[in-house]
């Protein structure tokens, strides 16, 4: 008799557990209901971006919201905000100029910007007459098979604000182009450009004729480098022509990446000598009439050839280029820095790239290979030599960033981790330390604005605030004098911020990953002028969004914090098990987990509506903007680092939520998150299920040099006899394919000349050649962010986790009509 309870008991239980794990249906509906064409209708502005003006503290912006747009300006000295026009009014002026109807709630303008006079604007309203396009013979000539010589007349106007008169520009000044290849002087003197891998320049006078007809016979150029070629080019290198195009575009003018001196008689750039590097290529299957090749140089980790770094210096005083000396390390990079383009001429139509610097000196960076020791550096022009001002030294990799030119050039700010934590110094030009501006266990990101005459530097950091999600960013001053720290724009939320160029304003957007966003005006010193905005989700919440929420676990040595996000279904059910997703990215720029509300929601917030709990987590290695242990703990293990606590985090969510089920736990990640999903079946594969793994870098030794060689370390050995080598080992995905046991999707774009395809290829090969079953995509045509079928990817990847997570065997239709009911059908 007790034989029979037994058997009965142990019957109800593998009922029960039957009953837990039973298939479920994907909720397909749910997720296409907040499809990226349907989002864009239901998500407006979620932020206000200052237009600052250069005569007063006023800016101008636009925000958009269920009624419409609006266009307003601020005025802080009076703490005023008031339209810039009348929309229906304006809309009736528009129509009875350009003979289309328009109306006030729908009022489409673009390229709007303010005079110099500051109190008229002028804008472009597109029309739909239909005249000839002015460069319509110079597509026919490209393109004989070219039919659409027409397009939509645009009218250019004029609107004073004050007396609200509206004036059609008739016959506005020809717009200068905005030619690719032509790099401007500040003066607009000169425009310097490359040819057949050779630097020329023009005066403005044939620029101009360029401008009206680029193939002018008698423009007049003026060649100044003869020893140019291919892979030592002076000007023009990039990827993405394949070899039809290459050829094709081989005569034309293209941009040369040089900086201007502030006097526009000099001009600086780098030359890579890369003629010794190794080819890469990619195929263009869908080329038509036939497949083409893409052809490109791609220094890959551990690799002898690498390109060679030149610094060059030219002066049209002297008519004089010279190569400058500056050889320090080998195999070393140089990193060039212009000057900040001021808030106030965002809107201007050029905008000049000018050196860090003045006249007698420009600042630049050498680091070596290793990137343990980069030393920040000035030229003296006059003077002809390499001046140090500061050397960084670490036995880990060293991130800098720009430094800023204060005082006439007799001081610099330096941001550096020397203390493990990234903060401010005060330096003077000659590399004299006055002191460290900032410090303590927290980071600063970036410079604001630096006020010199009040000596106030104005900064952003993140994870000084006590009880608040260290990412979580705000606004900071301190005295170059030296002195206390002062928080401007407190709140537990991450907050953005635009100042203004004379430091006495800021625009602070700021929200949560679950709060509405909103904007406020404050002055320097921390007071709210008024509040702008808060954005308008009605039609979002209507749709039945919910808020995701932020929570935090422990790393697993148990006393690291990791925050994350976990997103639920909409038609959450308590009751029920759900299976568990993670969306990673391993760093180490980001962790891929969102601090503020976002409009991007396809990999998480969607996801998760098919019936899946989806999370998003941190882990030690993986963010910039933490400590400097923090950020280098993957180094040397560029692998596995993460991994340990993408499994503990799970663990952890599953003991606090019963609604959890951890025995049906899936990941996807794309590019770094694709090689972390696929290393996560293979190094946990009792754990991790389902995968889905988008562009991977699954081997790390034929991903480019400088990222691969960053993160995980290259070991520079140098002989009794003084030669220089680069030793690179590092651990690959396919090297321990033998241990998959769940299910998992590779997928990869066929052109991808970031993360090659040969990288998910060689997985599959691995695979294969180990005898496992898995499923393999390649999305033709297309690049490492899958371009226009990033829709197609995203319901492969939600029919993929609702089969193998939540049980559905049930084929969905051939056609994805979740797709197709967005697109009209017009034929």
């Given at each position: 008799m007790k034989k029979v309870y037994l058997l009965f008991f142990c019957w109800l239980a593998i009922g029960a557990v039957q009953a837990q794990i039973s298939p479920t249906e994907g909720n397909y509906e749910l997720a296409a209901r907040?499809?990226?064409?349907?989002?864009?209708?239901?998500?407006?502005?979620?932020?206000?971006?200052?237009?600052?003006?250069?005569?007063?503290?006023?800016?101008?912006?636009?925000?958009?919201?269920?009624?419409?747009?609006?266009?307003?300006?601020?005025?802080?000295?009076?703490?005023?905000?008031?339209?810039?026009?009348?929309?229906?009014?304006?809309?009736?002026?528009?129509?009875?100029?350009?003979?289309?109807?328009?109306?006030?709630?729908?009022?489409?303008?673009?390229?709007?910007?303010?005079?110099?006079?500051?109190?008229?604007?002028?804008?472009?309203?597109?029309?739909?007459?239909?005249?000839l396009k002015k460069d319509w013979e110079e597509i026919k000539a490209k393109n004989r098979n070219a039919k659409d010589s027409l397009e939509k007349k645009t009218f250019v106007f004029r609107y004073n604000i004050n007396s609200q008169l509206l004036t059609e520009i008739t016959d506005p000044e020809e717009e200068a182009k905005r030619l690719s290849w032509a790099n401007i002087s500040p003066d607009s003197s000169k425009v310097v450009f490359a040819r057949h891998h050779n630097l020329y320049w023009m005066d403005k006078e044939n620029f101009l004729k360029a401008v009206k007809d680029e193939k002018d016979s008698t423009i007049v150029e003026h060649q100044l480098t003869t020893d140019g070629e291919k892979d030592y080019t002076y000007g023009g290198w990039g990827r993405g022509e394949d070899n039809v195009e290459e050829e094709k575009n081989k005569d034309k003018r293209k941009r040369a990446s040089i900086l201007w001196s502030d006097n526009s008689k000099q001009f600086i750039l780098t030359r890579s000598d890369a003629r010794e590097v190794k080819d890469l290529w990619v195929i263009h299957n869908t080329r038509d009439p036939r497949p083409t090749l893409e052809t490109y140089k791609y220094a890959m980790p551990g690799e002898k050839e690498q390109p060679i770094a030149e610094l060059y210096h030219y002066s049209f005083d002297t008519e004089k280029l010279s190569n400058l000396d500056v050889n320090t390390f080998k195999d070393q990079t140089i990193g060039l820095w212009s000057k900040d383009i001021p808030a106030s001429n965002r809107d201007d139509d050029f905008k000049p790239v000018k050196w860090l610097g003045d006249n007698d000196?420009?600042?630049?960076?050498?680091?070596?290979?290793?990137?343990?020791?980069?030393?920040?550096?000035?030229?003296?022009?006059?003077?002809?030599?390499?001046?140090?001002?500061?050397?960084?030294?670490?036995?880990?990799?060293?991130?800098?960033?720009?430094?800023?030119?204060?005082?006439?050039?007799?001081?610099?700010?330096?941001?550096?981790?020397?203390?493990?934590?990234?903060?401010?110094?005060?330096?003077?030009?000659?590399?004299?330390?006055?002191?460290?501006?900032?410090?303590?266990?927290?980071?600063?990101?970036?410079?604001?604005?630096?006020?010199?005459?009040?000596?106030?530097?104005?900064?952003?950091?993140?994870?000084?605030?006590?009880?608040?999600?260290?990412?979580?960013?705000?606004?900071?001053?301190?005295?170059?004098?030296?002195?206390?720290?002062?928080l401007l724009n407190p709140g537990d939320y991450n907050h953005s911020v635009s100042m203004n160029d004379r430091a006495t304003f800021f625009v602070n957007n700021f929200s949560r990953v679950n709060t509405v966003p909103a904007s406020a005006l404050y002055d320097n010193m921390g007071r709210k002028v008024m509040d702008l905005e808060t954005a308008d989700l009605s039609s979002l919440f209507a749709a039945g969004y919910q808020f995701p929420q932020p929570y935090k676990v422990k790393a697993d040595d148990g006393i690291t914090d990791l925050f994350g996000v976990m997103y639920l279904p909409f038609d959450f059910d308590s009751t029920k098990k759900y299976p568990i997703i993670q969306y990673v990215y391993p760093g180490p720029q980001t962790e891929a987990v969102n601090k503020s509300f976002g409009r991007s929601m396809d990999r998480i917030d969607?996801?998760?509506?098919?019936?899946?709990?989806?999370?998003?987590?941190?882990?030690?290695?993986?963010?910039?903007?933490?400590?400097?242990?923090?950020?280098?703990?993957?180094?040397?293990?560029?692998?596995?680092?993460?991994?340990?606590?993408?499994?503990?985090?799970?663990?952890?969510?599953?003991?606090?939520?019963?609604?959890?089920?951890?025995?049906?736990?899936?990941?996807?990640?794309?590019?770094?998150?694709?090689?972390?999903?696929?290393?996560?079946?293979?190094?946990?594969?009792?754990?991790?299920?389902?995968?889905?793994?988008?562009?991977?870098?699954?081997?790390?030794?034929?991903?480019?040099?400088?990222?691969?060689?960053?993160?995980?370390?290259?070991?520079?050995?140098?002989?009794?006899?003084?030669?220089?080598?680069?030793?690179?080992?590092?651990?690959?995905?396919?090297?321990?394919?033998?241990?998959?046991?769940?299910?998992?999707?590779?997928?990869?774009?066929?052109?991808?000349?970031?993360?090659?395809?040969?990288?998910?290829?060689?997985?599959?090969?691995?695979?294969?050649?180990?005898?496992?079953?898995?499923?393999?995509?390649?999305?033709?045509?297309?690049?490492?962010?899958?371009?226009?079928?990033?829709?197609?990817?995203?319901?492969?990847?939600?029919?993929?986790?609702?089969?193998?997570?939540?049980?559905?065997?049930?084929?969905?239709?051939?056609?994805?009509?979740?797709?197709?009911?967005?697109?009209?059908?017009?034929?």
């Amino acid at each position: 008799m007790k034989k029979v309870y037994l058997l009965f008991f142990c019957w109800l239980a593998i009922g029960a557990v039957q009953a837990q794990i039973s298939p479920t249906e994907g909720n397909y509906e749910l997720a296409a209901r907040f499809s990226p064409e349907k989002l864009k209708k239901m998500i407006f502005s979620t932020s206000v971006d200052a237009h600052w003006l250069k005569k007063s503290d006023r800016f101008w912006y636009e925000y958009e919201t269920t009624e419409g747009k609006n266009w307003y300006i601020v005025n802080p000295a009076t703490k005023s905000k008031a339209k810039l026009f009348d929309n229906d009014k304006l809309a009736a002026e528009i129509t009875k100029v350009v003979r289309d109807p328009f109306d006030g709630q729908h009022l489409d303008i673009s390229n709007l910007k303010f005079l110099e006079d500051e109190n008229t604007i002028e804008f472009k309203v597109k029309s739909t007459q239909e005249v000839l396009k002015k460069d319509w013979e110079e597509i026919k000539a490209k393109n004989r098979n070219a039919k659409d010589s027409l397009e939509k007349k645009t009218f250019v106007f004029r609107y004073n604000i004050n007396s609200q008169l509206l004036t059609e520009i008739t016959d506005p000044e020809e717009e200068a182009k905005r030619l690719s290849w032509a790099n401007i002087s500040p003066d607009s003197s000169k425009v310097v450009f490359a040819r057949h891998h050779n630097l020329y320049w023009m005066d403005k006078e044939n620029f101009l004729k360029a401008v009206k007809d680029e193939k002018d016979s008698t423009i007049v150029e003026h060649q100044l480098t003869t020893d140019g070629e291919k892979d030592y080019t002076y000007g023009g290198w990039g990827r993405g022509e394949d070899n039809v195009e290459e050829e094709k575009n081989k005569d034309k003018r293209k941009r040369a990446s040089i900086l201007w001196s502030d006097n526009s008689k000099q001009f600086i750039l780098t030359r890579s000598d890369a003629r010794e590097v190794k080819d890469l290529w990619v195929i263009h299957n869908t080329r038509d009439p036939r497949p083409t090749l893409e052809t490109y140089k791609y220094a890959m980790p551990g690799e002898k050839e690498q390109p060679i770094a030149e610094l060059y210096h030219y002066s049209f005083d002297t008519e004089k280029l010279s190569n400058l000396d500056v050889n320090t390390f080998k195999d070393q990079t140089i990193g060039l820095w212009s000057k900040d383009i001021p808030a106030s001429n965002r809107d201007d139509d050029f905008k000049p790239v000018k050196w860090l610097g003045d006249n007698d000196y420009f600042y630049f960076s050498i680091t070596s290979r290793d990137l343990k020791r980069i030393d920040i550096c000035r030229w003296n022009i006059k003077e002809g030599k390499k001046e140090i001002i500061v050397e960084e030294r670490s036995n880990t990799y060293i991130d800098i960033s720009k430094p800023e030119i204060i005082n006439n050039g007799t001081e610099m700010i330096h941001w550096s981790e020397r203390d493990g934590w990234g903060h401010f110094y005060l330096y003077g030009t000659d590399g004299t330390l006055k002191r460290q501006l900032t410090s303590g266990p927290y980071h600063t990101e970036s410079v604001a604005r630096v006020d010199e005459r009040a000596r106030m530097l104005y900064f952003v950091a993140n994870g000084r605030e006590k009880g608040e999600d260290p990412y979580y960013e705000h606004l900071y001053k301190v005295s170059l004098n030296g002195g206390a720290v002062t928080l401007l724009n407190p709140g537990d939320y991450n907050h953005s911020v635009s100042m203004n160029d004379r430091a006495t304003f800021f625009v602070n957007n700021f929200s949560r990953v679950n709060t509405v966003p909103a904007s406020a005006l404050y002055d320097n010193m921390g007071r709210k002028v008024m509040d702008l905005e808060t954005a308008d989700l009605s039609s979002l919440f209507a749709a039945g969004y919910q808020f995701p929420q932020p929570y935090k676990v422990k790393a697993d040595d148990g006393i690291t914090d990791l925050f994350g996000v976990m997103y639920l279904p909409f038609d959450f059910d308590s009751t029920k098990k759900y299976p568990i997703i993670q969306y990673v990215y391993p760093g180490p720029q980001t962790e891929a987990v969102n601090k503020s509300f976002g409009r991007s929601m396809d990999r998480i917030d969607r996801l998760a509506q098919f019936g899946f709990v989806v999370v998003t987590i941190g882990n030690r290695g993986g963010h910039p903007a933490r400590s400097k242990w923090y950020h280098n703990y993957g180094y040397g293990n560029l692998r596995d680092y993460g991994l340990a606590d993408k499994k503990a985090a799970v663990e952890q969510l599953a003991d606090r939520h019963a609604f959890i089920d951890k025995s049906r736990v899936g990941i996807h990640g794309h590019s770094g998150g694709g090689f972390m999903s696929t290393a996560a079946m293979l190094v946990y594969p009792d754990f991790f299920k389902v995968a889905v793994s988008s562009a991977g870098n699954h081997e790390n030794n034929i991903y480019n040099r400088w990222w691969s060689e960053k993160h995980h370390g290259v070991k520079e050995v140098v002989s009794p006899k003084g030669d220089t080598t680069f030793v690179y080992q590092i651990e690959r995905n396919p090297d321990i394919a033998k241990n998959l046991k769940g299910r998992l999707l590779l997928v990869t774009g066929d052109v991808d000349n970031n993360v090659h395809p040969a990288n998910t290829i060689r997985m599959a090969n691995a695979l294969i050649k180990a005898n496992k079953r898995f499923d393999f995509i390649i999305l033709p045509s297309q690049r490492h962010g899958f371009g226009d079928m990033t829709e197609y990817f995203f319901w492969r990847m939600g029919d993929y986790f609702v089969q193998h997570l939540l049980g559905d065997n049930t084929p969905p239709p051939v056609d994805m009509l979740e797709i197709q009911r967005e697109i009209p059908k017009t034929k």
